[in-house]
């Protein structure tokens, strides 16, 4: 048999390819390309919502009063880091 | 029932598709000119600027950007037609098949003309011929009449759910578009209650947001096209049904071929299009001779009519199949190798010929017609083909 | 004016999708969805953002999406568009919906112009977006027509005959409003609030509207992700990406940047111009920036105060 066995057969997924699912990618966990992961130090960070505006992933979560990273995603590119003008974030190597 | 004659009104092809298409109630058309088509959107321009349709007409840089604009509309459930020929038709191969792909049901107007090089605007097959794979359903219309009829027919086809595959009406370049006939035409109410408001099976609509056109890898690809398949297969009883429908409706006899004197005929010739006519009517007068011949007519190429020919020729010692095309390093061409690959594995004896005639719109006459139907006979006689495959009207 | 804390939460473009860490592309994307106003449709070229944000059965998207194919994005818009009109018209359909195309410099600049052009003479309503990582990054990194002048791509390699693309970029909003549009304007997502403030305002047009946005590429431009907003943000100070708006017509320059950066800046942070910094080559370096300096000029004059 070829590859994909366990995938659904082409009677059983819509037509023409399309999605029916908005937003299914949540489905599929980047986190783990990360080598290193920004840690964020809520004592520093002043909410600007900087590193929220400029995250290629939306891995940066809203909260009350400063910001949280959603590791489910988070591909550890660093430009939060950078960007922090609070100097809030850093970069710690991941251990696997 | 008895059906009210429609009005007869003197159009060329190209009207008479135009005004099938105004009848149709039609949300879009996005198109660009290439002869013979031009007449088709002139014509609806007409009718766009005197109002006597609601249809947005997107006057396209190209004919790529023609099909490219009509699978976006498609996409958001307006009903749309566009027209082409040509190299209007090969610049929009890739759209083609995108269009299958995604199960757009364009209904679209091809004026059947050769393609360059060298360049010539006359007619000859070779430009659908060269695009027969898209997956498209592929009808060809003999005269202005089937052209206004099937291109009512084609927007029911192709918004079948069982189908959702666009279709293209043929007509010959020049020879059909551009002459004139009596065409019979419907009233607006009857196309109307034939063929209602279409009802998309999926749309882009911000209330429910879905996503077309995802890159489907190695894993997915082959599951969508063998869908393609599927509808392609279950093509032929929606289309017996539109036509079984639109027959009673019109009186006509539309079906997925058309077979002429075919009854007890010993040969026949099978070709596509207007050449069907002068058959038709060469084969008259060998019959007022006491000779056995016939004419099959496929009105519906793709998805190809398998079992309605075999049925045809079940009786037949002699066929000649004519194609209209050239399909350069095969052995026979286009129509011809499909058929005589349903006779293979059926076992068929019957004896085929081939004949490619008519490039850039070379005539073919009822004299020509006539050699072949004698070759055919000549090969019942004997029992042995001659020539297997021949030029019809070449010049050596 | 923009406050990011009025920025909605929702995210209509979705993590999960496959863009490189720390891609320009994906930092546009979700800005530009932070703009919407109603609904919308997204019509996307090929290309990076395509292609990882919709890997079947996987889609980032939260709004409705079509691909269709590669140098058509915005006639498929056309169509769209079209349709959306001849439904309401024919009380089909209840709302106006906004139509955005995203497509890259592939897209757009070479292949993609026919297709642009046409929707914007035609005048239809819909917002053209072109995220322009100056290469076709997608297909790993071959010049495109908005490739900058001495930039190393596959197909302009930086050789020891040739360094890099021997051309300069083209002037593609000066083509869009030589269209006679209402809107059109360049932008760095580095300026998320001038960004954020102009897709509104392409979106309030009546008719078409183009926005030119720089996209920084790590993997193509060849520096570390961290750096991708700090080089966007380069781009702009040393007037490399100057950000103006035309708005019928009339040039407004938006960022002044009075004391640019030396272009060195912009380029020795990218490994796609570190041959340039050879001795043979060095006189390229002058030549971009005398380009950088007559076409600040040029755009300041056509805003109507030439800056030096």
């Given at each position: 048999?070829?590859?994909?066995e366990?995938k659904?057969g082409w009677?059983?997924?819509?037509?023409?390819g399309i999605?029916?699912?908005?937003g299914?990618?949540?489905?599929?966990?980047?986190g783990?390309?990360?080598a290193?992961?920004?840690?964020?130090?809520v004592?520093?960070?002043?909410?600007?919502?900087?590193?929220w505006?400029?995250c290629?992933?939306?891995a940066?979560?809203r909260l009350?009063?400063?910001?949280a990273?959603?590791?489910?995603y988070?591909?550890?590119?660093?430009i939060?880091?950078?960007?922090?003008?609070?100097?809030?974030?850093?970069?710690?190597?991941e251990?696997? | 029932m008895k059906?009210?004659m429609?009005k007869?009104?003197?159009?060329t092809g190209d009207?008479?598709?135009a005004?099938a298409?105004?009848q149709?109630?039609?949300?879009v058309?996005?198109?660009?000119?290439?002869t013979?088509?031009t007449?088709?959107?002139?014509?609806?321009?007409?009718?766009v600027?005197?109002?006597?349709?609601d249809?947005e007409?997107?006057?396209v840089?190209?004919?790529h950007?023609a099909?490219?604009?009509c699978?976006g509309?498609?996409?958001?459930?307006?009903?749309?037609?566009?027209?082409?020929a040509?190299?209007?038709?090969?610049?929009?191969?890739?759209?083609l098949?995108?269009?299958?792909?995604l199960?757009c049901?364009?209904v679209?107007?091809?004026?059947?003309r050769?393609?360059?090089?060298?360049?010539?605007?006359?007619?000859?097959?070779s430009?659908?011929m060269?695009?027969?794979?898209?997956?498209w359903?592929?009808i060809y219309a003999?005269?202005?009449?089937?052209?206004y009829?099937w291109?009512i027919?084609?927007?029911?086809?192709?918004?079948d759910?069982?189908?959702?595959l666009?279709?293209?009406?043929?007509i010959?370049?020049?020879?059909?578009?551009?002459s004139?006939?009596?065409?019979?035409?419907?009233?607006?109410?009857?196309?109307?209650k034939?063929?209602?408001?279409?009802?998309?099976?999926?749309?882009?609509?911000?209330?429910?947001p879905?996503?077309v056109?995802?890159?489907?890898l190695?894993?997915?690809?082959f599951?969508?096209?063998r869908?393609q398949?599927?509808?392609?297969?279950?093509?032929?009883?929606?289309?017996?049904?539109v036509?079984?429908?639109?027959n009673?409706?019109?009186?006509?006899?539309y079906?997925?071929?058309?077979?002429y004197?075919m009854?007890?005929a010993?040969?026949?010739?099978?070709?596509?299009?207007s050449t069907?006519?002068?058959?038709?009517?060469?084969?008259?007068?060998l019959?007022d001779?006491?000779?056995?011949?016939?004419?099959?007519?496929?009105?519906?190429?793709?998805p190809?009519?398998?079992?309605?020919?075999l049925?045809?020729?079940k009786?037949?010692?002699?066929?000649?199949?004519?194609?209209?095309a050239c399909?350069f390093?095969?052995?026979?061409?286009?129509l011809?190798?499909?058929?005589?690959?349903?006779?293979?594995?059926e076992?068929?004896?019957?004896l085929?010929?081939?004949?490619?005639?008519?490039?850039?719109?070379?005539?073919?006459?009822?004299?020509?017609?006539?050699a072949?139907?004698?070759?055919a006979?000549e090969a019942?006689?004997t029992?042995v083909?001659k020539?297997?495959f021949?030029?019809?009207?070449?010049?050596? | 004016?923009?406050r990011l804390?009025?920025?909605?939460?929702e995210?209509?473009?979705?993590?999960?999708?496959?863009?490189c860490?720390?891609?320009?592309a994906?930092?546009i994307?979700?800005?530009?969805?932070k703009?919407?106003?109603?609904?919308?449709v997204i019509?996307?070229a090929?290309?990076?953002?395509e292609?990882?944000s919709?890997i079947?059965?996987?889609?980032s998207?939260?709004?409705p999406?079509?691909?269709?194919?590669f140098?058509?994005a915005?006639a498929?818009?056309?169509?769209?568009?079209a349709a959306?009109?001849?439904?309401?018209r024919?009380?089909?359909?209840d709302?106006?919906?906004?139509?955005?195309?995203?497509?890259?410099?592939?897209g757009?600049?070479?292949?993609?112009?026919q297709?642009?052009?046409?929707?914007?003479?035609?005048?239809h309503?819909f917002v053209y977006?072109?995220y322009?990582?100056?290469?076709?990054?997608?297909t790993?990194?071959?010049?495109s027509?908005?490739?900058?002048?001495?930039?190393?791509?596959?197909?302009?390699?930086?050789?020891?005959k040739?360094p890099?693309?021997?051309?300069?970029k083209?002037?593609?909003?000066?083509?869009c409003a030589?269209h006679?549009?209402?809107?059109c304007a360049?932008?760095?997502?580095a300026?998320?609030?001038?960004?954020i403030t102009k897709?509104r305002?392409a979106?309030?047009?009546?008719?078409?509207?183009?926005?030119?946005v720089?996209?920084?590429?790590?993997?193509?431009q060849r520096?570390?992700?961290?750096?991708?907003?700090?080089?966007?943000?380069l781009?702009?100070?040393t007037?490399y990406?100057p950000?103006y708006?035309v708005?019928?017509g009339k040039?407004?320059?938006?960022i002044?940047?009075?004391?640019?950066?030396?272009?060195?800046?912009?380029l020795?942070?990218q490994?796609?111009?570190r041959?340039?910094?050879?001795?043979?080559f060095?006189h390229?370096?002058?030549?971009?920036?005398?380009w950088?300096?007559?076409?600040?000029?040029?755009i300041?004059?056509?805003?109507g105060e030439?800056?030096p």
């Amino acid at each position: 048999m070829s590859e994909s066995e366990n995938k659904l057969g082409w009677r059983s997924i819509p037509i023409a390819g399309i999605l029916l699912e908005p937003g299914s990618s949540l489905k599929y966990k980047t986190g783990d390309w990360r080598a290193f992961r920004p840690v964020i130090d809520v004592e520093k960070c002043v909410n600007c919502l900087l590193c929220w505006i400029y995250c290629p992933d939306g891995a940066i979560i809203r909260l009350e009063n400063h910001v949280a990273v959603n590791y489910d995603y988070c591909k550890g590119c660093g430009i939060c880091k950078t960007e922090c003008p609070a100097g809030a974030i850093k970069m710690v190597e991941e251990e696997r | 029932m008895k059906q009210v004659m429609g009005k007869i009104i003197g159009l060329t092809g190209d009207e008479a598709i135009a005004y099938a298409v105004k009848q149709c109630n039609v949300d879009v058309v996005a198109a660009y000119p290439i002869t013979p088509q031009t007449i088709i959107v002139e014509a609806f321009s007409e009718y766009v600027h005197n109002g006597e349709v609601d249809t947005e007409f997107i006057c396209v840089e190209s004919e790529h950007s023609a099909m490219s604009a009509c699978i976006g509309a498609s996409l958001t459930g307006a009903r749309v037609f566009t027209a082409t020929a040509s190299q209007g038709l090969a610049l929009m191969h890739e759209m083609l098949y995108i269009a299958s792909g995604l199960r757009c049901p364009i209904v679209m107007g091809v004026v059947n003309r050769a393609l360059s090089a060298p360049i010539n605007i006359h007619g000859d097959h070779s430009d659908m011929m060269g695009s027969r794979d898209c997956g498209w359903i592929q009808i060809y219309a003999e005269n202005a009449q089937e052209a206004y009829d099937w291109v009512i027919q084609a927007f029911k086809i192709a918004e079948d759910h069982d189908v959702l595959l666009p279709v293209t009406v043929c007509i010959d370049a020049f020879i059909l578009s551009h002459s004139m006939e009596g065409v019979e035409v419907r009233e607006d109410e009857e196309v109307s209650k034939f063929l209602p408001v279409r009802k998309p099976s999926f749309k882009l609509d911000p209330d429910k947001p879905i996503t077309v056109g995802a890159l489907c890898l190695t894993d997915y690809y082959f599951e969508v096209k063998r869908q393609q398949v599927d509808a392609m297969e279950r093509a032929p009883s929606v289309i017996k049904r539109v036509t079984k429908e639109y027959n009673a409706l019109a009186d006509r006899s539309y079906g997925l071929i058309e077979t002429y004197n075919m009854e007890d005929a010993d040969v026949a010739i099978m070709c596509l299009g207007s050449t069907a006519g002068t058959a038709k009517a060469v084969a008259r007068k060998l019959r007022d001779e006491g000779k056995k011949v016939g004419v099959i007519k496929p009105w519906v190429y793709r998805p190809f009519p398998t079992e309605d020919v075999l049925e045809a020729v079940k009786d037949l010692k002699v066929l000649a199949v004519l194609d209209r095309a050239c399909s350069f390093g095969a052995p026979y061409g286009a129509l011809c190798s499909d058929v005589l690959s349903i006779l293979y594995t059926e076992g068929s004896d019957l004896l085929v010929f081939n004949g490619v005639y008519g490039l850039g719109g070379r005539d073919i006459t009822p004299f020509d017609v006539e050699a072949v139907f004698n070759e055919a006979l000549e090969a019942a006689e004997t029992g042995v083909v001659k020539e297997r495959f021949k030029f019809i009207g070449v010049r050596e | 004016m923009v406050r990011l804390k009025d920025l909605p939460v929702e995210e209509l473009f979705t993590s999960g999708h496959r863009l490189c860490a720390g891609c320009g592309a994906g930092i546009i994307a979700r800005m530009t969805m932070k703009a919407l106003r109603g609904p919308t449709v997204i019509v996307n070229a090929t290309g990076c953002l395509e292609v990882a944000s919709t890997i079947y059965p996987f889609t980032s998207w939260r709004v409705p999406w079509a691909h269709v194919a590669f140098e058509n994005a915005a006639a498929v818009a056309s169509g769209i568009e079209a349709a959306y009109k001849a439904l309401r018209r024919k009380g089909l359909w209840d709302k106006h919906v906004d139509i955005i195309a995203f497509a890259g410099d592939g897209g757009t600049f070479d292949i993609g112009i026919q297709a642009l052009s046409g929707a914007l003479e035609r005048g239809h309503d819909f917002v053209y977006i072109c995220y322009d990582n100056e290469a076709y990054m997608n297909t790993g990194i071959q010049r495109s027509g908005a490739t900058p002048h001495g930039a190393a791509t596959t197909t302009s390699p930086a050789g020891t005959k040739i360094p890099g693309k021997p051309e300069f970029k083209k002037d593609f909003i000066g083509i869009c409003a030589a269209h006679g549009i209402e809107y059109c304007a360049t932008a760095s997502p580095a300026y998320w609030n001038d960004y954020i403030t102009k897709v509104r305002k392409a979106l309030e047009v009546e008719g078409p509207a183009v926005i030119h946005v720089f996209s920084p590429c790590p993997l193509g431009q060849r520096f570390d992700p961290s750096q991708s907003i700090k080089v966007a943000r380069l781009a702009v100070q040393t007037r490399y990406w100057p950000v103006y708006e035309v708005e019928n017509g009339k040039y407004k320059l938006n960022i002044k940047v009075m004391k640019p950066k030396p272009i060195i800046e912009f380029l020795k942070i990218q490994r796609r111009f570190r041959h340039l910094f050879q001795p043979q080559f060095k006189h390229e370096l002058d030549t971009i920036q005398r380009w950088v300096d007559e076409n600040w000029k040029r755009i300041t004059r056509l805003c109507g105060e030439e800056i030096p």
